[in-house]
């Protein structure tokens, strides 16, 4: 009886040191939340509190002195162009690559692979002389096609993986209905990927949207700035004005967090898939 | 089955077109520039073979960055892994708090590691920052977070490593659950305590997530870019930068494309370097059942 009791009461107490843990390592996002929601002078004289006079002022502010609307067009336009580029050529390329036994196959893996260990860092100021001579340097496609050269690896990494495991039984009774190898891939293929494409967008939205060493360089500010970029060069005009400031931080993650409450799950297992290149 | 050729180089060319340009040329400009005096914008630049390096290893900025950068990524590989270890199998129970604790690690990884600083910088505050509001209230002296360029180095680790914990907890709590259950209720039986059966069975079986972790954690420590950018801007007086930030800089600022390439490269070999090291360590130590 006791060892029952004793055993209950340990793991009352676990859960309890679980939750105040839980708490205290979301107090951060608490501070901005509830900040986000101050005015300037409440701030200062109860930064811990709850807002007692909750106001709106500072987003309608900080939505029109940073012109978030724009900065979320830009950064969406950038991740999901990116995304499904990165999607499209990795897939059909990996299915290739993967399918023919073939020495030239091989050696396409390999050198595909090439780049996984490459930080995107080691590549930017090579390729902004490369942008620049296509053309290309401070145009929303030239990060585009950044992004395409940066992550080819590892989306070709994953869906490798994964199409190993569809059975080449089914590219053969295709194959013997009469189609093509195009045909075959996005019709038969293709749609049985959902799950590997499923990681694939989620760990590239999440860098590309989050980036920031790349686009500030790449994008700078003649066709507008992604979100991390504009939200960085606005508050370095605010400096202290917290509220502020706070009101931009809410605005740049809200997309990003919502996403992620509607799919936790898969936002672990696709980052967590996609941790070999990190 | 016969292969229609043509489709087959339909659906690989634009994707290895597009990394051919975008990755391994710029890959091999990097190597070619970090032999040259190229200011990024004049068309003549000259071979001038191994100065930048051994201007590199003379150069008190990049012993500096070097020592930032490795302090950064000591104290987030620490964290990540030794609290990453600890809190995946403390957690590993089904319960709501258990999870609800899982979740909540996780959710700072979603964000931009620019919203990360600056809330961060607001917390950190000397006058008026929350740490030092608490502090306050139990009659503690603030405490200056940005007295010393090491103290601010610590702190920003600190920081990294709240901002990235979740994913490795993620990863260590999926390994953790490949461990038959079998295995530690025969221990059990057998009277081994909670920490023989951590030591003895749990650890070394989570060697494939500690070699996965650990090399994560080394190659995102040595390319810190974001949060020191934002905390400090690698201030005061360069003092904070780390190799990142310094090659930027140098190609940015200095227009010293060749001297950054450099840098770069260093920085690139070094994470090669530690993760086959780390490799071939861990590989080592992984136990089959």
């Given at each position: 009886?006791s060892?029952?009791r004793?055993?209950?009461?340990?793991?009352?107490?676990?859960n309890?040191?679980?939750v105040?843990?839980?708490?205290?390592y979301l107090?951060?996002?608490?501070?901005?939340?509830?900040?986000?929601?101050k005015?300037?002078g409440d701030?200062?004289?109860?930064?811990?509190a709850?807002p007692?006079?909750?106001?709106?002022?500072n987003?309608?502010?900080?939505f029109h002195?940073?012109?978030?609307?724009?900065?979320?067009?830009t950064?969406?336009?950038?991740t999901v162009?990116?995304v499904?580029?990165l999607i499209?050529?990795?897939?059909?390329?990996?299915?290739?690559?993967?399918?023919?036994?073939?020495?030239?196959?091989?050696?396409?893996y390999?050198y595909?692979l090439?780049g996984i260990?490459?930080?995107?860092?080691?590549?930017?100021v090579?390729?902004?002389?490369t942008l620049?001579?296509?053309?290309?340097?401070?145009?929303?496609?030239?990060?585009?096609?950044?992004?395409?050269?940066?992550?080819?690896?590892?989306?070709?990494?994953?869906?490798t993986g994964?199409?190993?495991s569809?059975?080449?039984?089914l590219d053969?009774?295709?194959y013997?209905?009469g189609a093509s190898?195009?045909g075959?891939?996005?019709k038969?293929i293709?749609?049985?990927?959902?799950?590997?494409t499923?990681?694939a967008?989620?760990?590239?939205?999440m860098?590309?949207?989050?980036d920031f060493?790349?686009?500030?360089?790449?994008?700078g500010?003649?066709s507008g700035?992604?979100?991390?970029?504009?939200?960085?060069?606005?508050?370095g005009a605010y400096?202290?004005q917290?509220?502020l400031?706070f009101?931009n931080v809410?605005?740049?993650?809200?997309?990003i967090?919502v996403?992620?409450?509607c799919?936790?799950?898969?936002f672990?297992?696709?980052?967590?898939?996609g941790a070999v290149?990190? | 089955?016969?292969?229609?050729?043509?489709h087959?180089f339909?659906?690989v060319?634009?994707g290895?077109?597009?990394?051919?340009?975008?990755?391994?040329?710029?890959l091999?400009?990097?190597?070619?520039?970090?032999?040259?005096?190229?200011?990024?914008i004049?068309?003549?630049?000259?071979?001038?073979?191994l100065?930048?390096?051994?201007?590199?290893?003379?150069?008190?900025d990049?012993?500096?960055?070097?020592?930032?950068t490795l302090?950064?990524?000591?104290?987030t590989?620490?964290?990540?892994n030794?609290?990453?270890v600890?809190?995946?199998?403390?957690?590993?129970?089904?319960?709501?708090?258990?999870?609800?604790?899982?979740?909540a690690?996780f959710?700072?990884?979603?964000?931009s590691?620019?919203?990360?600083?600056?809330?961060w910088?607001?917390?950190?505050?000397?006058?008026?920052?929350?740490i030092?509001t608490?502090l306050?209230?139990?009659?503690?002296?603030p405490?200056?977070?940005?007295?010393?360029?090491?103290r601010t180095i610590?702190m920003?680790?600190?920081?990294?490593?709240?901002?990235?914990?979740g994913?490795?907890?993620?990863?260590?709590?999926?390994?953790?659950n490949?461990?038959?259950?079998e295995l530690?209720?025969a221990?059990e039986v057998?009277?081994?305590?909670?920490?023989?059966?951590?030591f003895?069975?749990?650890?070394?079986?989570?060697?494939?997530?500690?070699?996965?972790?650990?090399?994560?954690?080394m190659?995102?420590?040595?390319k810190q870019?974001?949060?020191?950018?934002?905390?400090t801007?690698?201030?005061?007086?360069g003092?904070?930068?780390?190799?990142?930030?310094?090659?930027v800089?140098k190609?940015f600022?200095y227009?010293?494309?060749?001297?950054?390439?450099?840098i770069?490269l260093?920085?690139?070999?070094?994470?090669?370097?530690?993760s086959?090291i780390?490799?071939?360590?861990?590989?080592?130590r992984?136990?089959k059942y």
């Open positions: 009886m060892v029952k004793n055993r209950l009461l340990r793991t009352g107490l676990g309890c040191l679980a105040l843990f839980a708490l205290i107090f951060p996002l608490y501070i901005a939340v509830s900040n986000s929601f005015s300037y701030i200062l004289k109860s930064p811990l709850l007692t006079r909750p106001t709106l002022d987003f309608v502010e900080a002195a940073s012109n978030i609307a724009s900065l979320y067009a950064s969406l336009l950038i162009s990116s499904a580029l499209l050529i990795s897939s059909c390329a990996a299915y290739v690559i993967i399918r023919r036994n073939n020495k030239i196959c091989k050696f396409l390999a595909a090439i260990m490459v930080p995107p860092v080691v590549t930017l090579p390729s902004i002389k620049s001579m296509l053309h290309l340097m401070y145009k929303p496609t030239g990060l585009l096609m950044f992004y395409g050269g940066a992550y080819f690896s590892t989306t070709i990494f994953l869906y994964f199409i190993n569809i059975p080449v039984s053969e009774s295709a013997i209905d190898t195009i075959i891939f996005f038969i293709f749609p049985l990927l959902k799950p590997c499923a990681t967008v989620i760990l590239m939205g860098w590309i949207w989050n060493l790349n686009p500030m360089y790449i994008l500010s003649t700035r992604t979100i991390t970029t504009g939200i960085y060069n606005a508050i400096t202290s917290w509220n400031v009101a809410i605005l740049a993650s809200f997309p967090v996403l992620y409450l799919m936790q799950k898969q672990m297992s696709g980052l967590t898939a290149k990190g | 089955m016969k292969h229609n050729k043509l087959d339909l659906l060319a634009p290895y077109l597009i990394y051919t340009i975008f990755m391994i040329i710029p091999g400009m990097c190597f070619f520039y970090s032999f040259t005096n190229w200011d990024g004049s068309k003549n630049y000259k071979m001038i073979g100065k930048n390096f051994l201007r590199l290893f003379a150069d008190a990049f012993y500096n960055a070097l020592k930032v302090i950064i990524t000591v104290i590989v620490l964290i990540y030794v609290l990453g600890l809190l995946a199998v403390l957690l590993n129970r089904k319960s709501r708090a258990c999870a609800f604790a899982k979740s690690v959710v700072p990884t979603v964000l590691s620019v919203v990360v600083a600056f809330i910088s607001y917390i950190m505050q000397t006058d008026g920052g929350v030092n608490v306050g209230v139990f009659g503690i002296a405490y200056d977070f940005y007295a010393t360029p090491l610590v920003i680790s600190v920081i990294i490593a709240w901002n990235g914990l994913l490795f907890l993620v990863i260590y709590v999926a390994t953790l490949t461990i038959p259950t530690m209720e221990a057998d009277g081994a305590s909670g920490v023989q059966r951590f003895k069975i749990t650890l070394p079986l989570m060697m494939p997530g500690i070699t996965i972790n650990s090399i994560l954690s190659a995102g420590g040595l870019y974001d949060h020191v950018k934002v905390i801007g690698g201030g005061p007086g003092a904070t930068q780390t190799i990142t930030l310094l090659s800089e190609a600022e227009n010293r494309r060749g001297y950054s390439s450099a770069i260093v920085l690139f070999v070094m994470i090669v370097i530690v086959a780390q490799l071939s360590i861990t590989k080592r992984e136990v």
